[in-house]
């Protein structure tokens, strides 16, 4: 080993052993303490009188402001149950356009007497309900698209009642909206509230259309599944590369990767163990369900996930769960990466969402067992919008960073299609030729028997559909998949989209009835005019890419600019517009901060590689190169570095000449001009890499941070 890599792995050793002997806190404690932090109905129910607990709930379901009392009497109950636990502030959190960074002001309980006689009022502890209730921030500073300026930078925070309250810290936190003056959403969350609203309005009608009276309301659910990377701590802060852009713009493989399959489903390296099991325990007692963790297929790639929950409350719980995981992993001396490709050559990140419709009365609307006309009518419904309206989908799963991990073979590619399984398909084109709604299995398990040939393994259920895994939204046998999502991602935006294009697809069915049709006969001509959507094949493969894109005539974005030049378009503001979730200027305003966001971090991106370049790579080859002198041993190396020179100047000129001008057309030079340019640095510099001196390359290699580390000599 040499003298660089052996110091780097004595401070790991150090660390780590120093990590794994502050015990994680006990599973079985944590289990002890499930929703500790929560203030979820139970404790809503337990903390106020039954007056205020009714009107609460009252208020929630007709949209109408808390009751003085009422919300007087919750905020001091609030705080009484926010102080047991040690809180002293409260926050309204809140997510502006930037990704999976939430915004927070803390405040204090803290009030004054303004009772009290003296002109200087004491200080006292206090929280009304109106601080409760809302906040304001600036907004201009915040992305916006042009919605806030400077001199016109009103904002406000507003709790999401239905999004319980929680403790972590010294703070109670109100997951909240982020509005302008104008209402107009600066945030995630809002336009989600929103589309929750349509499908609800939209489902439930088409529901009352096929005699399901008894349901009143519908509600959109989605369980995410997060990836990530983690690495020591002192290895990515001697990045700059990953400290500014969360992933390594160079870095030459290292031979061994993940091209063995021996690091998925292994057992965790006792740091990441003692980490992941701290993590368990506090989203626990934070009130989130997550159920599973493993490893991944990268070396150093890790996953876990809850069970589903309300599309808003599913979206808070998976920002918590990141912020929750960099604190943990700074006390053990790890850094957790979330960009969707940290690494060049293996595979990515991704966030997939297991999205699904159930009602008030205990039916899952995706699952064939509880219901079988109605699936297939939901079924048909987000058919017709996937078909109808994929750049929505597209634009929700954009961004630079997880342009490059779709259609990698570790991603869906970028022609979304739906893939319903053979029998479905197959059920669902009888109904075309006039069969009926019913009729297609029994359930998740609906006959299925799979038998393994040995008698000491009994058969089991499986699936009535085989797994395609290159589908952007393949059927799961209970819900739809949305594969896509990046995993540096707020899920936000793709749960969005998912309730409108489902609620738009129940609504054309439904005015199909509205004009005469049956519901059979309804279903089935909006399934004929989209089952172009459906594919059940091989999605990597280049045969479906030509024909989907000559044959069916379905659009293949394959940039984060390619969505949003898309997205803009008239039917897909009207479809936003319609059901109430953005309106125009807002749908206009996501796009403006899409572009500007993607122009941005490729900016950055090759700044950092020219700092890094400039200032450790170019200085390394050169004393390598010193290192020959006298000698016929330099082979390449004055070539390959000097090739590196070259492409550095040549991107140096093309960051200069960036133009100053509107978002979209920084953007396009982004992706255009300043992308080759990076892409030609990198070849050259990891070209270089592999023959400069390991002791004089000045950065951590691929081979140091996927694997050179967690270890403490234990396995």
Not at 40 to 53: F, H, Q, R
Not at 612 to 619: A, D, E, K, S, W
Not at 672 to 682: C, H, L, Q, S, W
Request: with cysteine; glycine share 8%; hydrophobic share 40%.
């Amino acid at each position: 080993m040499f003298s660089r890599t052996r110091q780097m792995a004595k401070l790991q050793q150090v660390s780590g052993l120093r990590a794994l002997e502050q015990a994680p806190r006990s599973a079985l404690s944590a289990l002890a303490n499930i929703n500790a932090n929560r203030f979820d109905d139970a404790a809503l129910k337990a903390n106020v009188d039954e007056s205020t607990y009714a009107a609460f709930h009252a208020s929630v379901t007709d949209g109408s402001t808390l009751p003085k009392p009422a919300a007087k009497d919750l905020a001091n109950s609030l705080m009484k149950w926010a102080t047991d636990r040690g809180a002293v502030n409260y926050a309204h959190w809140f997510f502006p356009m930037r990704g999976m960074k939430a915004g927070v002001k803390q405040d204090a309980f803290i009030s004054l007497d303004f009772g009290h006689e003296n002109p200087l009022k004491p200080i006292t502890t206090g929280f009304s309900g109106s601080a409760m209730s809302m906040g304001e921030t600036d907004g201009s500073s915040f992305p916006n698209g042009g919605l806030r300026a400077t001199h016109t930078a009103a904002a406000y925070l507003n709790w999401d009642r239905s999004s319980p309250p929680f403790v972590r810290g010294d703070t109670l936190y109100f997951p909240s909206s982020f509005t302008s003056w104008k209402g107009e959403a600066l945030d995630y969350k809002t336009p989600l509230l929103r589309s929750q609203r349509a499908v609800n309005v939209a489902a439930t009608k088409l529901l009352h259309q096929m005699g399901r009276t008894e349901v009143s309301e519908v509600h959109a659910n989605v369980g995410w599944e997060q990836e990530y990377f983690i690495i020591p701590a002192e290895l990515y802060n001697a990045r700059p590369d990953l400290v500014n852009t969360k992933r390594t713009v160079f870095g030459a493989m290292n031979p061994l990767n993940q091209q063995l399959s021996d690091q998925y489903f292994t057992t965790m390296q006792p740091r990441v163990k003692a980490f992941t099991e701290e993590l368990q325990a506090a989203m626990w007692e934070g009130g989130m369900a997550t159920s599973v963790y493993h490893n991944e297929v990268a070396p150093s790639q890790h996953e876990f996930s809850p069970i589903f929950a309300l599309t808003n409350v599913a979206a808070d719980q998976n920002i918590q769960s990141v912020e929750i995981m960099e604190t943990v992993a700074a006390d053990h001396g790890l850094a957790v990466l979330f960009h969707e490709k940290p690494f060049a050559d293996v595979n990515g990140s991704g966030k997939h969402c297991n999205w699904g419709l159930n009602t008030d009365t205990g039916l899952n609307l995706y699952d064939p067992g509880n219901v079988q006309a109605e699936f297939v009518a939901m079924t048909a419904a987000l058919i017709h919008g996937v078909h109808q309206y994929p750049a929505l989908i597209r634009t929700a799963v954009a961004s630079h960073g997880n342009d490059f991990r779709l259609g990698g073979h570790e991603a869906p590619p970028a022609i979304f299609s739906i893939a319903t399984g053979v029998e479905l398909e197959a059920h669902l084109r009888a109904i075309i030729g006039g069969g009926e709604l019913d009729g297609y299995g029994g359930g998740r398990y609906g006959g299925k028997m799979i038998d393994a040939g040995a008698p000491e393994l009994a058969p089991i259920g499986a699936s009535l559909e085989d797994r395609n895994r290159t589908a952007p939204i393949p059927f799961c046998g209970n819900r739809f998949e949305l594969r896509a999502v990046g995993s540096n991602q707020n899920i936000s935006m793709s749960c969005t989209v998912m309730n409108t294009i489902a609620a738009e697809g129940c609504a054309a069915i439904s005015a199909l009835i509205d004009d005469g049709a049956s519901p059979r006969d309804a279903v089935a001509q909006i399934l004929e005019q989209n089952m172009n959507i459906v594919f059940n094949g091989d999605g990597y493969s280049s045969e479906w890419h030509e024909a989907a894109v000559s044959e069916r005539g379905l659009p293949n974005y394959q940039t984060t600019i390619d969505a949003f030049d898309a997205f803009t378009d008239d039917k897909n503001v009207d479809v936003f517009s319609k059901h109430g979730v953005y309106g125009k200027d807002e749908v206009f305003a996501v796009a403006s901060i899409g572009y500007e966001r993607y122009a941005l971090d490729m900016q950055i991106e090759a700044e950092t590689m020219l700092m890094m370049v400039n200032q450790g790579v170019l200085p390394a080859a050169a004393a390598d190169l010193k290192a020959y002198d006298g000698t016929n041993l330099a082979g390449s190396r004055a070539a390959v570095y000097g090739g590196l020179a070259d492409a550095t100047a040549a991107l140096q000129a093309v960051v200069d000449a960036i133009p100053d001008a509107d978002e979209k057309t920084m953007a396009n030079y982004a992706l255009d001009v300043v992308k080759p340019a990076m892409d030609a640095t990198r070849a050259a510099q990891d070209a270089s890499e592999l023959l400069i001196d390991s002791a004089k390359y000045p950065f951590p290699t691929y081979h140091e941070m996927l694997f050179a580390h967690h270890m403490d000599g234990r396995v």
